[in-house]
């Protein structure tokens, strides 16, 4: 029977709920502390709430192709790098769920955001169980499922309240590399090779960073083909998940961008760069095709040839390739933001802090999969599935090499990561040693329940990174962001039908996107890689030593309202600052304490006075 017709191979109901049931009791137990808030519409970070401003703008009428924000970065707005996927997966049930109930748009909206990353969690997972029938069979779909949930980085930002759009990179590379699974496994069938290419370019569409996963897949075929006896079917495999990666990237250019745009270059937002990139690839492997059938050192020569080539044409058309989305970045945030975000840290051994942080992010499924693979490799070259098994390994290994460089990318490392992981146990128990099958058993559920539980192995005696320390504090002595954002827009100070949208800067850059969806105002920092001269002015304000400084900063951005939380600063306070006299609570004569609940009693907010006037 053909692979493909086999019922081993196969996924059904069952597993779709028990994907269901997994991700469902993750996100129950997950709802304790902090996380309880989802319940009463808070969502868990600030990008959430860009996310459903990006949405609601939509909504309102601004535009397919409006990509810039008046509500950050005020006065002149904040640039969107994002795509519009994501928008349409909450703003379509969020219209649904308004129509059909007594909510507002805005609570439908907040709804669909705090429900979207779950329910693509779980057909990421069912993805995941698809590849690993394909690859392992048996049970590993079921295994796969668990192993999709396993990985703490894929976890955390796929909980409820992420209106985010990591979860749905995550899906992609899933189908993506289970197509390439496919394709890439006897007896070669074209068409998975085109949709894994689709799948791959989908993810670029999400977000540049599936490129983590999608080239390593792309590099390993390129690989085989040169190993193999006769390289010419692998090659045209590799070339067809180029066309097809193209083939999407193309498509989503031509949806996000307007045609005077088409020709344009970003490296954190799907363009022209990803295309060529694509396309070059594709010649490289048309090159591969041609000589696949010659002696192994021309090939080689060849092969590798033509990808050195392909390497300086795109580094010559396009400089920042190699620095991707940093390049987009302005120097006050590559320097003040960027260094301080811990989701783009290294992890030890290459960055700072305990080795339980290498567990607590990137979990045990990369060690289970790691191990699978090479069990696997052996009879993966007898029946012809190396291929398969190489790119495998070699997501696996890329994507782990980038989640040590920034913790983040271990949300693309889940991807390979449970699909291998998925064949451990199978393999243990269908396996020779040890000789008696009641111990290989034990040992195979050793190994799931190992990959399984190695991330609390990492939380035993750790400490709460510094900004949920900070956060805590600031929530007990009265800074709850949430709560504030709430009271001002209820309380509405500074607003008249003079000036109905007033701009406010607060201290505290992650509170800027949930105060711009909450309330009237709009705020001026938020922490984005395209928003540094917002949060350099922001900083230039709060370690202003003289008065001079701090008013042409403020009114050069409009802002009327300044908000700081006395009792947990969100920034250093530097001798003789404004930061430090208002930390002392001795502003200065052109600030007008607005009174505030005793529940906010953490907080100062100020009324700017304009230049040239005191209180």
Sequence with gaps: MPPDQDPSRRIGLGIVLFAVFVVGMLNLASLGGPRLGVLNGQLVDPDGYLRLIRVMELHEGLGWYHVVTGRLAAPEGLFVHWTRPLDLLILLPARAIAALTSLSMQQALTLAGILVSPVLHVLAAVAAAAAAARLWGGLAPWYAVLMAVATPAATGYSTLGRADHHTLILLALMLGLGGALRALSPPLPPRAAILAGACFGAGIWTSPEALIVAMPVLAATGLAAMLAADGRV????????????????????????????????GY???????????????????????????????????????????????????PDALTASLSEGDSVANTLFHTTVEEMQPLPPFGPGSWKLLPM????????????????????????????????????????????????????????????????PGLIIHGTRPAAAAARAGLAALALFGALGLPFVGLVGETPPASTAL?????????????????????????????????????????????????????????????????????????????????????????????????????????????????????????????????????????????????
């Design 361 to 424: 992010n990137v979990g045990g499924p990369v060690v289970a999969g790691l191990i699978a693979l090479a069990l696997a490799a052996r009879g993966w070259r007898r029946d012809g599935r190396w291929p398969a098994g190489l790119a495998l390994g070699l997501a696996l290994v890329a994507a782990l090499v980038a989640a040590l460089a920034a913790r983040r990318f271990a949300l693309d490392l889940a991807a390979p990561a449970a699909i291998a992981a998925a064949g451990l």
């Design 268 to 318: 954190d937002k799907v363009s022209l760069h990803h295309l060529v990139l694509a396309l070059l690839v594709a010649a490289v492997f048309a090159a591969a095709r041609l000589v696949g059938d010659r002696a192994a050192p021309r090939r080689v020569g060849a092969s590798g040839a033509a990808a050195v080539l392909a390497l300086g044409v795109l580094l010559v058309l396009f």
């Design 234 to 265: 692998l090659a045209a495999q590799g070339l067809r998940m180029a066309l097809g990666m193209a083939g999407l990237v193309l498509l989503a250019i031509l949806v996000e961008r307007s045609p005077a745009g088409w020709l344009e270059t």
């Design 471 to 615: 956060a805590d504090a600031a929530a007990e002595a009265g800074c709850d962001p949430t709560a504030m954002a709430r009271w001002l827009a209820v309380a509405r100070p500074g607003i008249s039908p003079a000036t109905p949208d007033p701009v406010l800067m607060a201290a505290d850059i992650y509170l800027g996107p949930e105060l711009a969806w909450r309330t009237p105002y709009r705020a001026v920092a938020g922490p984005y890689h395209r928003g540094g001269p917002a949060i350099g002015d922001t900083l230039t304000v709060l370690e202003a030593r003289d008065d001079a400084t701090a008013r042409a900063v403020l009114a050069r951005r409009q802002v009327a309202l300044l908000l700081f939380c006395r009792a947990a600063p969100e920034v250093q306070v530097p001798p003789g600052s404004l930061a430090q006299a208002l930390e002392a609570d001795r502003p200065p004569s052109w600030l007008a304490p607005v009174p505030l609940p005793p529940a906010l009693a953490g907080y100062r907010l100020y009324a700017v006075a304009p230049e040239g006037t005191h209180r």
